[in-house]
């Protein structure tokens, strides 16, 4: 099971950090994704991490903004948003699929690879 938090409303240039938490697993055993859906759009992903062996990956349009990271001793995995833009408002989803790095290789792919276990999401609004 994973919950997200941090979700929220902030002007376009803010900053917000979601949190995903893990019970039942450790997320160092996992590929983690942090995935967004707007209104009328398709799930996306956004950002994974396999911190077993540190490996992230990002779509390309929050690179550079955005930064997936893990405490494994917390067992949580944080998305940090900077330089927040009208266009990533969202539901923000986490999800955890048993694996390795490969999962994270194609954000594009995201969506379609993580089955298992979702969260319920955590609205953000960025507001102009």
């Known amino acids: 099971q994973v919950v997200e938090s941090g979700g929220g409303l902030v002007q376009t240039g803010g900053s917000l950090r979601l949190s995903c938490t893990a019970s039942?697993?450790?997320?160092?055993?996992?590929?983690i994704g942090w995935f967004r859906q707007a209104p009328g759009k398709e799930r996306e992903g956004v950002a994974c991490?396999?911190?077993?062996?540190?490996?992230?990956s990002y779509k390309d349009s929050v690179k550079g903004r955005f930064t997936i990271s893990a405490d494994n001793a917390k067992n949580t995995v944080f998305l940090q948003m900077n330089s927040l833009k009208s266009e990533d408002t969202a539901v923000y989803y986490c999800?955890?699929?048993?694996?390795?790095?490969?999962?994270?290789?194609?954000?594009?792919?995201?969506?379609?690879?993580?089955?298992?276990?979702w969260g319920r999401g955590t609205q953000v609004t960025v507001s102009s």
């Open positions: 999800a955890a699929e048993w694996g390795d790095n490969q999962l994270c290789t194609y954000t594009d792919l995201m969506p379609y690879i993580f089955k298992s276990s």
């Open positions: 039942g697993f450790r997320v160092d055993d996992y590929a």
């Open positions: 991490i396999t911190s077993g062996d540190g490996y992230t």
